[in-house]
């Protein structure tokens, strides 16, 4: 009776995973607080990356209701090939993530400026632009002055040494969706 009882309770347990699955998202990466995490608002739909080649999958851009987004939620971003490869190659971005997990700082209109390796957001100073990465390899650069278009966004992280909008520039909202903490360490 006992093993039929654990049974039963191990089968709803998958089947409720399997079932939040599209809505989980799990950060292992230093750059957020670790932990488990999921959508948030009325859309659950995973973000796009902007060279999605499936334009007819449940996940395309045109078929998503779009969240709005404000200063320091927390989203997740899945990067464009270029950007996905180079994270990949440098370690920034573990084999089994797709995504990074960041928060906007930056919103449609906002002005982003690098002075003296200091990026500013509204003539405010936010975060140092580091030259060379932790193992001594040069990071990109972005242009000295930005105006974030109608669908842009800024993300960043509170660490100094994250892989952010600092070096990949601007992301679109079809690439971002909102996430908020469900249980984190």
């Known amino acids: 009776m006992k093993l039929y009882i654990v049974s039963i309770i191990s089968l709803m347990f998958m ?8 809505m989980i998202i799990i950060n292992a990466s230093q750059s957020m607080q670790k932990g ?3 959508y948030a608002g009325k859309s659950r739909n995973k973000p796009e990356s902007r060279n999605n080649e499936q334009k ?18 927390i989203v ?3 990067p464009e090939k270029s950007i996905y490869y180079f994270a990949q190659n440098r370690d920034y971005l573990s084999n089994y993530m797709a995504y990074i997990l960041k928060l906007v700082k930056g919103l449609p209109g906002d002005t982003i400026e690098i002075v003296n390796n200091i990026l500013f957001i509204n003539q405010k100073p936010n975060v140092t632009i580091l030259k060379y990465d932790s193992k001594k390899r040069k990071m990109p650069v972005i242009s000295n002055k930005i105006i974030l278009k109608h669908n842009e966004y800024f993300l960043l992280s509170e660490k100094e040494n994250s892989f952010d909008s600092r070096y990949f520039g601007p992301v679109l909202e079809s690439e971002i969706r909102k996430v908020r903490p469900l249980w984190t360490w």
Request: glycine share 0%; with cysteine; hydrophobic share 30%.
């Open 15 to 22: 089947a409720l995973c399997l079932f939040l699955s599209d």
């Open 76 to 78: 997740i971003y899945i």
């Open 36 to 38: 488990v995490y999921y």
């Open 56 to 73: 007819n999958n449940k996940f395309h851009s045109n078929s998503i209701e779009r969240n709005r987004y404000s200063y320091n939620d």
